[in-house]
């Protein structure tokens, strides 16, 4: 089966880091995204990992760990705006289709 | 990325009937996908839907409460049947193009209410 793992709340500083975390146990590994999603509104693509290591781009960063099945999104300079569900998802080996994981509500605070 | 409509954006329906939900894309992509989000849930995958043949069903969904159809390219539809108030959810559609990366994007949502 498919198993992933993530807080289901995380409250943070405007202009502090967040680092919210994700493990996961599946049956096969084709790359883990990541994605925001404002309440009422579609999840919107952050980050992609195959690989392991840190990819960075802007604001944010995602990293894999593909032996320990635990990747992190890291956001810096946090901004009012970022508040919403963060989503874990992980493409198990053999499709492109994408296992979700419980999502993280990041809750931004002055 | 390629732009994801859905129809409608909303409905409120009676128990027992049902409702074909569409999705276009503004470009060829190889995949489609329907998932459910439930009232504070995250996603779940319903189905992936396949050109000119069957839809490919997870665990837990039907074709016959679920037909899908996806008749080219660009075009998806997912039918909710048989309407009952566990059926109140949204359904997203999303499409997977792999220039770089695997990456999927998803459509706005249809926002369903059963009564």
Known sequence: GQNIDQPTEMTATEGAIVQINCTYQTSGFNG????????????TF??????DGLEEKGRFSSFLSRSKGYS????KELQMKDSASYLCAVTPGGGNKLTFGT???????? | SAVISQKPSRDICQRGT??????????QVT???WYRQQPGQSLTLIATANQGSEATYESGFVIDKFPISRPNLTFSTLTVSNMSPEDSSIYLCSANRQILHNEQFFGPGTR???L
Do not use: R
């Not at chain 1, 952050?46 to 690989?51: A, D, K, T």
């Not at chain 2, 049902?18 to 503004?26: F, H, K, P, R």
């Open chain 1, 32 to 43: 883990l995204f990541w994605y925001q999603q404002h309440a009422g509104e579609a999840p």
């Open chain 1, 46 to 51: 952050l980050s992609y990992n195959v690989l």
């Open chain 1, 72 to 75: 992190y999104l890291l956001l």
């Open chain 1, 103 to 110: 999502g993280t509500q990041l809750k931004v605070e002055l």
């Open chain 2, 18 to 27: 049902s409702l074909t939900i569409q999705c276009q894309v503004d470009s």
């Open chain 2, 31 to 33: 995949m489609m996908f």
């Open chain 2, 112 to 114: 369903l209410t059963v």
